[in-house]
């Protein structure tokens, strides 16, 4: 009989062995990276904290996404990452941060400060960090209690490159990178009991607006991805801290022009004339000249001659005592027709420079 229960407990294990195998294995090979979910399969990759790395999910970066503590409780939140584009804002538009005891509520404040470091910052012995630039807000949040808090993680792209792919791999690193920065943060409030309401927004910027004037005088970043800073507001209400300057801006028609010809038509020189007044008087504002074309031709042809046209109005503006910082020339060729290409009508419409403040 002892025998026999021996040989039953030896089979037992023999049977039991690959089943435990197999789970050590499934162990050993859990990812563990934290995915956030939100409805019809929109996430973004959060990332590993160990990892500083940052690796895109298979489908790409999609617009909704949470704060990887959120979205372990379930919670809902709005999405933090701002699907508007690049923003035109100045850093002369904002308050800056320096030795506040207390800010003001009707004010947003420019923090630069790289928020990277929210990852790296470390507890020193009388329990505090060393937060450089940003120590005036963590001194508020701290003694003041609970403060509502919107903040806005904001970088650009050096404007120096050109190549769209190249563009769009770092937008996609500087928003899960901000992401996973702003989450250390989250948790850093969490573990002071700091129970602060706060929103969240991660957003790129145009550099060349932000600098303004200082963008032609000062050195450029060698940095391909600039980690321009954070943007806080200390109040209640639901603010837009990325309004732009040229929100309230008159709009201007469009400049047409002949087929195949990029010669600025005497009838317009009225219009060009109200536009450079315009501008003089408003010293804070650049536009945007923004060629097309016909669908006529090749696409490098009419890419070219897009170009063209907006360049012939940016030099008639010059020629009118506007800066030449102060216009920006896009060229979008048979892209965005507002005709139809196979009508003349259509293609007379299509041959146009839009103009529009910024």
């Not at 965005?336 to 007379?348: K, Q």
């Amino acid at each position: 009989m002892m025998k026999n229960r021996i040989l039953f407990l030896l089979l037992a294990v023999l049977l039991l062995l690959p089943a435990a195998n197999v789970q050590a294995q499934y162990r050993k090979k859990k990812p563990t990276t934290e995915i956030a979910k939100e409805g019809n399969n929109k996430r973004i990759w959060l990332g590993n904290k160990a990892d500083t790395s940052w690796h895109p999910t298979p489908g790409g970066l999609y617009e909704q996404s949470f704060l990887p503590g959120d979205a372990k409780k379930g919670k809902k939140t709005e999405p933090i990452i701002d699907p508007n584009g690049k923003h035109k804002v100045r850093e002369t538009a904002y308050d800056t941060v320096w030795k506040f005891t207390t800010f003001d509520g009707k004010k947003s404040y420019f923090i630069n400060f790289d928020y990277n470091k929210f990852r790296k910052i470390k507890w020193e012995k009388d329990d505090k960090r060393n937060w450089e630039t940003f120590d005036p807000v963590m001194d508020y949040l701290t003694s003041a209690g609970r403060i509502p808090m919107h903040i806005y993680a904001i970088y650009a792209v050096n404007p120096n490159i050109k190549d769209q792919d190249t563009r769009d791999e770092l937008i996609a690193k500087a928003q899960m990178e901000a992401v996973i920065s702003l989450d250390y943060f989250r948790d850093i409030l969490i573990d002071k009991e700091m129970k602060n309401k706060v929103a969240y927004k991660v957003a790129e910027i145009d550099w060349r607006y932000w600098k303004d004037e200082s963008y032609y005088t000062e050195p450029q970043p060698e940095d391909d991805l600039i980690r321009v800073g954070l943007i806080c507001d200390f109040s209640s209400k639901k603010v837009d801290l990325l309004e732009s300057p040229a929100k309230n801006a008159r709009t201007f028609a469009e400049i047409k022009f002949f087929a195949n010809d990029a010669t600025i038509q005497p009838s317009y020189n009225a219009e060009l004339d109200d536009l450079a007044n315009y501008l003089k008087q408003e010293k804070g504002l650049e536009v945007l000249l923004t060629g097309y074309s016909d669908n006529v031709g090749t696409e490098t042809y009419n890419m070219g001659l897009s170009r063209q046209r907006a360049v012939e109005i940016k030099k008639a503006l010059m020629k009118r005592g506007i800066a030449e910082n102060r216009i920006e020339v896009i060229a979008r060729g048979e892209d965005d027709p507002v005709g139809d290409n196979n009508t003349l009508a259509g293609r007379t419409a299509n041959n146009r420079v839009s103009v529009k403040i910024q």
